[in-house]
């Protein structure tokens, strides 16, 4: 079977660093990609990491760790409107992508 | 970057009546996927969207439930029949676009569909 594991809540300050992990067991494995989702929006892209290690995009780092089964998404310099759920999903050899249950991260002033 | 239109964008619906969800993406692709997202929860896979054949359903999902067509390309629907109020969620289309490095899979604003 196919197992994505993330934290369901996280809360953070403003100007804080915040670090979502992502643990995965899947059936063949081709990439991971973070998405984020406002409520009643559709998820926007992230990242999507193929190899080991770690890639930074701006404020957004994206980390993975392919013999860990392992990634986290690093948010740095928070904002409130980083206050969103953040979703992990391993992309399969079939191009189809098993979503995470989502992490709903809240930032406070 | 491939952008992704859905219609309708909500809908209210009735026990028992279907509603047929349209797809269309900007560019051509190469694959096209239905997602349901059920309140308070993450994305779960309906099924792939062949083009010019039978989509490809994931388990506990039939075709005489969530039909799909996709006669192009660029062009995908979704038909939830005989609905119930177990199926009220959010309906997200998915493109693939770009390759290697640059391979992203993008997301439709979804159909929000609430069933009474």
């Known amino acids: 079977g196919q197992n994505i594991d993330q934290p369901t809540e996280m809360t953070a300050t403003e100007g804080a660093i915040v670090q979502i992990n992502c643990t995965y067991q899947?059936?063949?494995?081709?990439?991971l990609f973070w998405y984020q989702q406002h409520a009643g929006e559709a998820p926007t892209f992230l990242s999507y990491?193929?190899?080991?290690g770690l890639e930074e995009k701006g404020r957004f780092s994206s980390f993975l760790s392919r013999s860990k089964g392992y990634s986290y998404l690093l948010l740095k310099e928070l904002q409130m409107k980083d206050s969103a759920s953040y979703l992990c999903?391993?992309?399969?050899?079939?191009?189809?992508?098993?979503f995470g249950t989502g992490t709903r991260l809240q930032v406070f002033p | 970057s491939a952008v992704i239109s859905q219609k309708p964008s909500r809908d209210i619906c009735q026990r028992g009546t279907s509603l047929t969800i349209q797809c269309q993406v900007d560019?051509?692709?190469?694959?096209m996927f239905w997602y349901r997202q059920q309140p308070g929860q993450s994305l779960t896979l309906i099924a792939t969207?062949?083009?010019?054949?039978?989509?490809?359903?994931e388990s506990g999902f039939v075709i005489d439930k969530f039909p799909i067509s996709r006669p192009n390309l660029t062009f995908s629907t979704l038909t939830v029949s005989n609905m119930s109020p177990e199926d009220s969620s959010i309906y997200l289309c998915?493109?693939?676009?770009?390759?290697?490095?640059?391979?992203?899979?993008?997301f439709g604003p979804g159909t929000r569909l609430t069933v009474t």
């Open positions: 998915s493109a693939i676009g770009g390759q290697g490095p640059t391979y992203e899979q993008y």
């Open positions: 899947t059936s063949g494995f081709n990439g």
């Open positions: 990491n193929v190899l080991d």
């Open positions: 999903a391993v992309r399969l050899p079939s191009d189809k992508l098993i």
């Open positions: 560019s051509q692709v190469t694959m």
């Open positions: 969207a062949n083009q010019g054949s039978e989509a490809t359903y």
